[in-house]
């Protein structure tokens, strides 16, 4: 498979990955196969703020990610080499900042900490909200880039600030550039545009000389540095290239979505479930807004016009929580015992922002069910299926409010990324929807990075649609029915809407 194997590197807030997706099969009926080389947990530290300081800091280890990409991309190298790319994705919003040398200057803050507050109850007296989202079309969330530089203590020390994709690009090529797709995340892109508004960033009080040149998807960011390569066991004078793709996790996965017709919306299923539409120009209406649905920027120029539902990050760290506490539940287990309690008992603003930090999940739900007259859920079985019933009521809302606010019918839902494992979940999708849900891809960031790279290459060619249909030859996908499941009627559903937010 000589100059036709890719390697994604794919970080996830809870997980890192190396996938090789080697493109096989006759012009036209290509084929992508992945192969995982590499995978490491990641899980942010809490490190001490300063010398004064009682609080800590959510930090995230980029050594410790640095050392799972170096050693799967060895791994990639011994095995498919030679490579005809690499190409970086990762959550998005986080940075690292660099001096004028480009060393790092400090670990990088996780989304997840709370320093941002202060800054939110100001930020908009600086600018207001509208008028920051008549030109970013971003969605508010504590955690947005300009928020987090606005809380930073050294910005002035920095030279650049790289988002974290652009960060590991440049160590691995020494070029330091903004990929757009996860730059549209920061609070400072013009979502029509797609380019910095400095304008902005200065009436936030932020300094653009920080915001790196930026770059689409699809371009050849550079090579990896000769001494790099060497490292990686990549022979001698031969290059091994580094191309930009949807750098943000979220717009690589929607590359991956094998959608086919216009009334098809997708929900990127992870860490966070990210539920919404490919468009081809932003919504930037008041009542879009006011909703807090955010335009990101995809790959070929389209918008992400999506919501973010707090997604399996309540699961994972619900089960990380018992598992601390010395009550290890295997996750099958739990699943199984969510499935005999009765549907619907208690439904929570699953996006509620107590939700967001790391901390004592069931206790956070138990005070949400109160608070709304519902049953408290006690067992591992009733804690699961609060969780699982209250993202699928999450999941049937957000995709209502992207319909209506786009004005666009929706008439099935596709799902990507690790959450279609979770069978259960993906019929109460349907079931709460009510449309028929299709499933898969499973590593939806890792097949779309790999996609992007091998059309960059000349090795695929066409369209999104060109290379959705690559997905649907590479991937079984499957699919549920509405109704299928334990509650099937929409009145239930409507109930349950009104119990969680009443
Ligand atoms: C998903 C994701 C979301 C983003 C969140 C925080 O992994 O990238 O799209 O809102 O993480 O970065």
């Not at 160590?171 to 330091?176: C, H, N």
């Not at 010395?326 to 509620?352: C, N, S």
Request: aromatic share 4%.
């Amino acid at each position: 498979a000589q100059g036709r194997s890719f390697a994604a590197v794919d970080l996830g807030a809870t997980s890192g990955r190396v996938i090789v997706g080697t493109v096989v099969g006759e012009p036209g009926a290509e084929r992508v196969e992945l192969t995982e080389v590499g995978r490491f947990p990641n899980e942010p530290v809490l490190v001490p703020a300063t010398r004064g300081d009682e609080r800590a800091v959510l930090t995230w280890d980029v050594p410790a990610l640095w050392r799972g990409i170096l050693a799967g991309l060895r791994d990639a190298v011994a095995r498919f080499g030679p490579l005809a790319g690499i190409g970086i994705d990762s959550w998005a919003v986080d940075y690292g900042m660099v001096d004028g040398e480009g060393r790092l200057l400090g670990n990088p803050t996780c989304y997840r900490d709370m320093r941002t507050d202060p800054v939110l109850a100001r930020v908009f007296d600086l600018v207001s909200a509208a008028d920051q989202y008549a030109v970013n079309g971003l969605q508010v969330q504590p955690f947005t880039t300009a928020f987090q530089l606005l809380a930073e203590t050294r910005l002035e020390q920095a030279d650049r600030v790289l988002l974290l994709p652009d960060l590991l690009g440049a160590w691995l090529t020494g070029v330091e550039r903004a990929e757009i797709t996860n730059a549209s995340t920061t609070g400072l892109l013009d979502a029509a545009y797609r380019t910095w508004s400095t304008d902005l960033a200065e009436r936030l009080g932020l300094p653009a000389r920080v915001l790196p040149e930026l770059v689409a998807p699809g371009e050849l960011l550079g090579h990896v540095r000769p001494g790099l390569a060497a490292v990686l066991g990549v022979p001698d004078g031969e290059l091994l290239p580094v191309w930009t793709v949807g750098s943000h996790d979220t717009a690589s996965a929607v590359v991956a979505v094998p959608m086919d017709r216009s009334d098809a919306a997708y929900i990127s299923c992870g860490t966070w479930s990210l539920v919404g539409l490919e468009l081809d120009e932003p919504v930037l209406t008041e009542a879009s807004r006011a909703a807090n649905v955010t335009n990101e920027a995809g790959v070929d120029a389209t918008i992400r016009y999506l919501k973010n539902v707090m997604g399996l990050w309540v699961l994972t760290e619900t089960m990380r929580g018992w598992a601390a506490a010395g009550r290890e539940v295997p996750l099958a287990d739990a699943l199984a015992q969510a499935a005999t309690v009765e549907p619907l008992r208690t439904v929570v603003d699953i996006d509620h922002a107590s939700l967001l930090p790391p901390g004592d999940m069931p206790a956070r739900l138990a005070s949400l069910a109160r608070a709304t007259g519902q049953p408290v859920p006690e067992t591992v079985g009733e804690v699961v299926r609060c969780i699982l019933d209250s993202l699928a009521l999450a999941y049937r809302r957000a995709v209502r409010e992207v319909s209506a606010l786009a004005d666009r019918s929706v008439a099935v839902v596709h799902v990507v990324g690790g959450g279609v494992h979770n069978e259960a979940l993906m019929q109460l999708a349907a079931d709460a929807i009510g449309v028929p849900v299709v499933t898969g891809p499973a590593e939806g960031a890792a097949l779309g990075n790999v996609l992007v790279q091998a059309r960059a290459a000349g090795v695929l060619h066409g369209t999104l649609g060109d290379l959705r249909r690559v997905v649907e030859r590479s991937t079984p996908l499957r699919r549920y029915e509405p109704g299928a499941g334990d509650v099937s009627t929409p009145d239930a559903w409507d109930d349950a809407e009104r119990r969680a937010h009443p």
